[in-house]
Antibody, heavy 122, light 107 residues
């Protein structure tokens, strides 16, 4: 059974930093493309970014609102995905979901974690 | 940037058919995916590649895509189908795009 478990959320002041983690199990993590999707309170889904598998280059792509501030990385030896968030803004307040990204399935998010809440407030 | 437009809300009586639309410029040329999100829960993929169902998703859920509109159809609607539904595509210039979401209310 695929499991994605996020951690690291919390309250942070504007301009601060936070690192989220996502522990993966139930599938071959090293072969998977992974992504982060967020959802502001009462709002819709917003894609944050994606990291390819190392065999596919390991490159990253980001949505415009977070580009240059957020960094996605992975540790395949620990089956863990990370999201380093710097220069946080109040509008980054959201539940952050770790997801698998099925590039071969037409670019969809086939498995989701339960999410972790990040609150950016002074 | 590519934009997907969904109606904010759709209401349907139990046992009837619900249709949730997702509009986009020439969306018929793209692969459309649909997610169901119940209150307090993470989204779940219910349709991918326009009309394919992941394992475990009831046959009552189906999808179609043509022209400028993709449609998620839920047949024989049940109370448990009440949720927010989001469409999503990948676009060469915008990357991943989500629709704004549709709240399905079962009357």
């Amino acid at each position: 059974e695929v499991q994605l478990v996020e951690s690291g959320g919390g309250l942070v002041k504007p301009g601060g930093s936070l690192r989220l983690s996502c522990a993966a199990s139930g599938f071959t993590f090293s072969n998977a493309w992974m992504s982060w999707v967020r959802q502001a309170p009462g709002k819709g889904l917003e894609w944050v970014g994606r990291i390819k598998s190392k065999t596919d280059g390991g490159t990253t792509d980001y949505a415009a609102p977070v580009k240059g501030r957020f960094t996605i990385s992975r540790d395949d030896s620990k089956n863990t995905l990370y999201l380093q968030m710097n220069s946080l803004k109040t509008e980054d307040t959201a539940v952050y979901y770790c997801t698998t990204f099925d590039a071969l399935g037409g670019a969809n998010f086939d498995y989701w974690g339960q999410g972790t809440l990040v609150t950016v407030s002074s | 940037s590519y934009v997907l437009t969904q109606p904010p809300s759709v209401s349907v009586a139990p046992g009837k058919t619900a249709r949730i639309t997702c509009g986009g410029n020439n969306i018929g040329s793209k692969s459309v995916h649909w997610y169901q999100q119940k209150p307090g829960q993470a989204p779940v993929l219910v349709i991918y590649y326009d009309s394919d169902r992941p394992s475990g998703i009831p046959e009552r859920f189906s999808g179609s895509n043509s022209g400028n509109t993709a449609t998620l159809t839920i047949s024989r609607v049940e109370a448990g189908d009440e949720a927010d539904y989001y469409c999503q595509v990948w676009d060469s210039s915008s990357d991943v795009v989500f629709g704004g979401g549709t709240k399905l209310t079962v009357l």
